[in-house]
């Protein structure tokens, strides 16, 4: 994950370290290596810029050219920065409902359907709560079977209404039968398109004004880059979503959107997909990502 970003911050922050003799140079030479990591990572530019403003700042204020290890000194610094940048303090999600409604949303093939099986399989399994799946895409019929199989794997019920277009209504009636189940969580897997248009964004805001859930998920496939971040932006205006899922970390992802896409939104990241498997699914951690990114 990251390897590319890793290995270029690491050379980055090598340069300081090896020198003898510190000197206002060598940390300004480290800021622009750090900066040309980023880029090359996908983080917007106003994002890297800012950042590594931010770094130059503390470093010079910590005095990193009088200290014994400078180098060291740099490191923590820049995780520090890369922490505060993905968000801080992980953020949980609210269970509070009875049943507690979680809303997903996103682009078609961003991994909206994977991941509501996934987090069904998690919230059964680690918060022994009962979660019940809810198939609001009218559009595909293979959306609904494919939340059927994925229902199947994790043992967790799955609420379709094949015959009905209107996904207001599946998501009411989803809750309804939740209820009678005695199911303590809703899922609401939805329609995405390819790419954002209106009327898929008006039918996630109806939904999302219908079900008032706890917890409205954006979920993004990591690989987009920038793209992922745009996306976040125009959900985040119609939905004012709580957090974000990225997914397909597991692949070649160069990590600009999990860099980014915080200060962009303002909304934690909250988990993480890892794989096309149920149990890939892990709670995001910015400092546990920012010590995996430094090494
Ligand atoms: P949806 O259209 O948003 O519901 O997306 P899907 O859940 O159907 O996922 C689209 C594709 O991405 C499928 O082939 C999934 O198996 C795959 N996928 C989803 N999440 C991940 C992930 O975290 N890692 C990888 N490698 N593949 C994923």
Redesign the pocket.
């Known amino acids: 994950m990251f390897d590319n970003l890793s290995e270029k911050l690491d050379k980055a922050l090598h340069v300081l370290k090896g020198h003898g003799q510190i000197t206002e140079i060598n940390v300004a030479e480290t800021v622009k290596e750090v900066r040309r990591a980023l880029l090359d990572a996908d983080v917007n530019f106003k994002i890297a810029k800012e950042f590594t403003n931010r770094v130059r700042e503390k470093a010079l204020g910590q005095n990193v050219l009088t200290t014994l290890q400078p180098g060291q000194l740099m490191v923590k610094i820049v995780k520090d920065e890369l922490t505060e940048l993905m968000g801080g303090d992980a953020e949980g999600i609210d269970l509070s409902g009875n049943p507690s409604v979680i809303l997903m949303s996103?682009?078609?093939?961003?991994?909206?359907?994977?991941?509501?099986g996934k987090l069904a399989n998690y919230l059964k399994t680690k918060k022994t709560k009962k979660p019940l799946l809810v198939a609001c895409?009218v559009y595909r019929p293979a959306?609904i079977d494919?939340l059927h199989i994925v229902g199947e794997q994790v043992g967790v019920e799955v609420y379709s209404d094949r015959g009905n277009n209107d996904p207001v209504a599946i998501a009411k009636a989803g809750i309804s039968q939740a209820k009678s189940l005695g199911c303590n969580v809703v899922i609401i897997?939805t329609a995405?398109r390819l790419a954002v248009d209106q009327e898929m964004m008006d039918e996630i805001a109806n939904i999302h004004k219908a079900v008032k859930p706890q917890e409205t998920l954006f979920?993004v496939?990591s690989m987009t880059g920038q793209d992922a971040v745009n996306t976040a932006k125009a959900f985040n205006d119609i939905l004012n979503f709580d957090g974000v899922i990225l997914?397909?970390?597991?692949?070649d992802t160069r990590g600009g959107a999990a860099i980014s896409i915080k200060s962009v939104v303002d909304k934690p990241i909250k988990f993480?997909?890892?794989?096309?498997k149920m149990e890939?699914i892990d709670v995001f951690h910015p400092s546990r990502m920012a010590d995996r990114i430094l090494g």
């Open positions: 996103g682009l078609q093939g961003s991994g909206k359907t994977t991941f509501s895409d959306a494919q897997d995405g979920v496939d997914t397909k970390l597991d692949g993480i997909g890892t794989g096309e890939a």
